[in-house]
């Protein structure tokens, strides 16, 4: 028999117990519980409780303040995630009515709800979520039992902390590296994409030697950086979509006829421009175009873009802070790039992908493509191997991979290959310099004659 005890807050439905459960073997048929099932708690403490009745369950009845709905139709997993989630809400719990302490549902004040319908994004989310929180309790029971073993056995006091430490090496190794994602910088060092990342540790680098000069200035590249890649994959991605946006047009114009290339000021355009909602209308809930469109989306974010904007061109202009007034002018810049981080931090969930290899097996109807996940602030990561169901994939080309891994084509907005200067891996996007056309790396700034296929720039619009 199935009580209210028995719901975990989690969604989960504990285990059974063959000497504290009540067993009977005279429960009517219809009381019997089906596999896809939905239990929600009648009494309401806080959130209301609720699980889904998995096939391991069975046999069981519900009893004791537990209200059972039953789905006319088969629902997916994924669906009844999305459901379950629904009726732990709050929004559900108020419906709850009685004196303090007898708080309940009833079945008439369900008959109004509005169920939420399947999407398939908000589901994968919550998978996302719910696969996390099982992995941490997992360590936590881990961390948990190994305490407690202490004096299972009759050893010395000597030999059972060597034992503890040694067993519990890994357990302590989760912690401290969980522990690390507290720290923003973390973040965005070891899982931003990489032109992003490379930029942040030179900041951090220069601000921890207190060589304030330099940091200064890396502070400056770095918002610039961050910005342009923000702004070269937005439009990558608005020309996979067929959106037009005129502020590329802006972008032409500059590689076709300006002497300069693209900065700041194009790159804020952009990002500007898709915060729009119209011109992401149309497009699914769950496309990168959404989060792209929130970096400059605030007041705040734009105020301090437009600080930084201000600050690197006074320094262009030989206005750059003196030596009475910099350390403050670093301290703000700082803050300032710190707050449009904080707002790409969407980034560390949409890779920057190189493909190596591709090969398309069409009785399969999938690539294997070998490829690299540049994410973080070294180029030098480890090969894997995905399975993709398209044979359009390019190799050699940088791909950005949204959470479900579909992949978008970067070039020719952001192209890779070693840099004929520092002969490092980099990335690079189509530049002017002197009138000439360039490509100019995100890493490190160093630009050359571009190599690329120009016919493809003028494809792109970008030339």
């Keep these: 028999m199935v009580w209210l005890r028995h719901l975990g807050r989690d969604g989960s439905i504990a285990e059974p117990d063959e000497e504290a459960d009540v067993w009977r073997d005279d429960v009517p048929d219809r009381f019997h519980l089906q596999a896809g099932d939905l239990l929600l708690s009648e009494v309401v403490t806080g959130r209301p409780k609720a699980a889904r009745v998995e096939e391991h369950d069975l046999p069981a ?22 459901i379950l989630a629904f009726l732990r809400s709050e929004d559900v719990g108020r419906l709850a009515k009685g004196a303090f302490g007898r708080i309940r549902l009833s079945p008439k004040d369900l008959h109004s709800l509005m169920l939420p319908k399947a999407d398939e994004a908000l589901s994968a ?3 996302e979520l719910d696969t996390a929180g099982r992995r941490m309790s997992g360590w936590s029971a881990e961390a948990t039992t190994l305490a407690g073993s202490v004096f299972d056995i ?32 973390y973040i965005v060092r070891t899982r931003f994409p990489y032109p992003v ?8 680098a220069r ?93 705040e974010a734009q105020q301090a873009r437009g600080r930084l904007a201000d600050r690197r061109n006074a320094k262009a202009h030989g206005r750059g802070p003196d030596a009475v007034t910099l350390p403050a002018a670093l301290e703000e810049a700082f803050r300032d790039l710190s707050l449009l981080v904080f707002r790409a931090r969407f980034l560390a969930d949409l890779p920057l992908i190189h493909v190596t290899s591709a090969s398309w097996d069409a009785f399969e109807g999938e690539a294997t493509l070998m490829l690299r996940r540049l994410m973080g602030d070294h180029p030098v ?45 980099s990335t690079f996007h189509a530049d002017k310099e002197k009138g000439n056309l360039v490509q100019k790396s995100l890493e490190h700034g160093h630009h050359y004659p571009y190599r690329g296929n120009t016919q493809v720039l003028q494809q792109a619009g970008l030339l």
């Design 61 to 82: 009845a519900a009893v004791g303040s537990i209200l059972v709905l039953r789905p006319v139709g088969t629902l997916t997993a994924e669906h009844a995630r999305l």
């Design 125 to 127: 989310a919550l998978d």
């Design 154 to 185: 009759d050893v010395s006091l000597e030999d059972a902390r060597r034992s503890i430490i040694e067993a519990g090496r890994l357990t302590r190794l989760r912690a401290e590296a969980a522990a690390q994602l507290d720290d923003p910088g």
């Design 197 to 204: 990342a490379l930029r942040w540790r030179e900041v951090e």
């Design 207 to 299: 601000m921890s030697a207190e060589d304030l000069g330099p940091a200064y200035e890396a502070v400056l590249e770095a918002a610039e950086v961050l910005l342009g890649y923000s702004a070269l994959v937005t439009g990558a991605l608005a020309q996979e979509a067929t959106i037009e946006l005129t502020s590329i047009g802006a972008l032409q114009r500059k590689l076709s006829s300006a002497p300069g290339g693209p900065g700041l000021g194009e790159w804020t355009a952009v990002l500007q421009e898709i915060s729009g909602n119209r011109k992401r209308r149309g497009l699914r809930m769950d496309h990168p175009l959404h989060e792209l469109g929130t970096l400059l989306g605030s007041d």
């Design 381 to 425: 990561v480890p090969t894997s191997t995905m399975q993709y169901a398209s044979n359009e994939i390019e190799r050699g080309s940088l791909y950005l991979a949204d959470r479900d891994h579909r992949l978008y084509l970067l070039r020719p907005f952001l192209t890779c290959e070693v840099c004929e200067t520092c002969h490092t891996w």
